[in-house]
């Protein structure tokens, strides 16, 4: 029965956009689509355990699904519109044009960022209509409460309903209006791969940051002369290299300066840094760079060191001013301020830290970072009280490991 319920949780992750994405084409309605799709899971957790993994778990959930639509579809009762998308399902005729694009996966996820949606809903909907991510994780990104994610989702189906928003292949002239957005929701899906949230979810899910990846290879190839496109392949590449040194072999998260340098993937870190040295060039040309260009560039400057020691920290504070200018978040801010921390001591980068608590109370890294300023300043119990709220916010195993130890570490 584990075994089962193991083979569900790893058909989400890596059936559940492409289910929803076969779903949405064939009736266009993206409420019908995850609907179905959630109850062909549904129905998956109750059949496998007793009825054993089928021999291919992906079909198997995607005629369930199918099923569960077409059967939505009879209830609503409607003979117009509806029973015409019903029919779809056996029509026999080929399928028209893909148009520019011609991964499933991707066309979606444009069609979800539709510009008649507020960029924060054309976000939220595609990393769940097409990430898979729960309500939970989503709301964990954006550092909202659950509810108001859930009202948010919500709204933004409620809008293409209303607005009658069809789901089509976006033109050539389309994409550029729509990248921002899909560039957004990659990142968030890579992040979640990256240091995942889920209850139960590994600490690192590989396959989320390896389709975030190749979905972004996919846009650059669409658009090879987009910057920002070309920064957030290489931001994901320095990051994706370093997975191997990430978490120890006990499952706790090694920090950047504790890991094994040579482990870290050198063909990755290579295709980055030509990537990034591309967008400096472009610069010095007199293209400004965009958010995801300076954190690539901050990373390749973290993955340019043979050791912690040798970097320069003061090219990344550089980096990070530059960044703050144009993204003035208050995540941003912790992030300057651990640098800060490097360069002018803890003392000075805690008040910088304390000054962003109104805005980031509910976000573990920020208690994660005062409790490690506090320990380097000798001042345990309030070390101990932040790392006791790191540690109740997070919601990564391999993060809580660490935050624990360098808990119980304090004097």
Not at 235 to 255: F, K, N
Request: charge should be neutral.
């Amino acid at each position: 029965m584990t075994d089962a319920r193991e083979a569900v949780t790893r058909a989400h992750r890596e059936e559940w956009a492409r289910v929803v994405a076969a779903l949405t084409r064939r009736f266009g309605d993206l409420d019908i689509a995850e609907e179905a799709a959630a109850e062909a899971f549904a129905t998956a957790v109750e059949r496998w355990p007793a009825d054993g993994v089928p021999p291919n778990p992906g079909a198997w959930l995607t005629t369930t699904a199918t099923r569960k639509a077409i059967d939505r579809i009879r209830r609503e009762n409607k003979r117009d519109d509806k029973q015409k998308e019903a029919r779809m399902v056996h029509d026999d005729e080929p399928p028209g044009p893909l148009g520019v694009i011609d991964d499933d996966r991707l066309r979606l996820i444009f069609t979800c960022c539709h510009p008649a949606l507020a960029v924060e809903a054309r976000v939220a909907l595609t990393l769940r209509m097409v990430g898979g991510l729960t309500v939970r994780e989503i709301a964990r990104a954006f550092l909202v409460a659950e509810t108001a994610m859930e009202r948010r989702i919500t709204r933004a189906k409620a809008k293409i309903k209303a607005a009658r928003i069809p789901y089509r292949v976006p033109s050539a002239e389309d994409l550029p209006a729509r990248v921002s957005g899909v560039l957004a929701v990659l990142f968030l899906v890579f992040n979640e791969g990256y240091l995942a949230t889920g209850s139960g979810a590994a600490p690192v899910r590989d396959d989320l940051t390896a389709e975030a990846i190749r979905l972004t290879r996919l846009i650059r190839a669409l658009l090879p002369d987009d910057g920002e496109v070309a920064g957030l392949l290489a931001l994901m590449l320095l990051i994706e290299a370093r997975r191997p040194a990430r978490v120890s072999a006990s499952g706790e998260l090694v920090p950047l300066h504790e890991q094994d340098r040579g482990a870290w993937d050198a063909a990755l870190i290579a295709e980055g840094h030509r990537l990034v040295r591309e967008r400096l060039a472009a610069a010095a040309a007199g293209v400004a760079p965009g958010r995801y260009q300076i954190l690539a560039a901050i990373n390749a400057v973290h993955t340019s060191a043979r050791d912690s020691r040798d970097t320069d920290r003061s090219q990344i504070l550089a980096l990070y001013d530059q960044l703050v200018r144009l993204d003035p978040s208050p995540i941003v801010a912790l992030n300057r301020a651990v640098a800060v921390a490097e360069l002018d001591g803890p003392e000075v980068a805690l008040a910088a830290v304390d000054s962003l608590e109104p805005r980031l109370a509910g976000y573990h890294a920020f208690h994660a970072t005062r409790a490690d300023l506090l320990r380097r300043l000798g001042r345990g119990p309030e070390s101990r009280a932040a790392y006791d709220k790191a540690i109740e916010l997070a919601g990564n195993t391999a993060e809580t490991a660490y935050l624990t130890r360098r808990r119980d570490q304090l004097r």
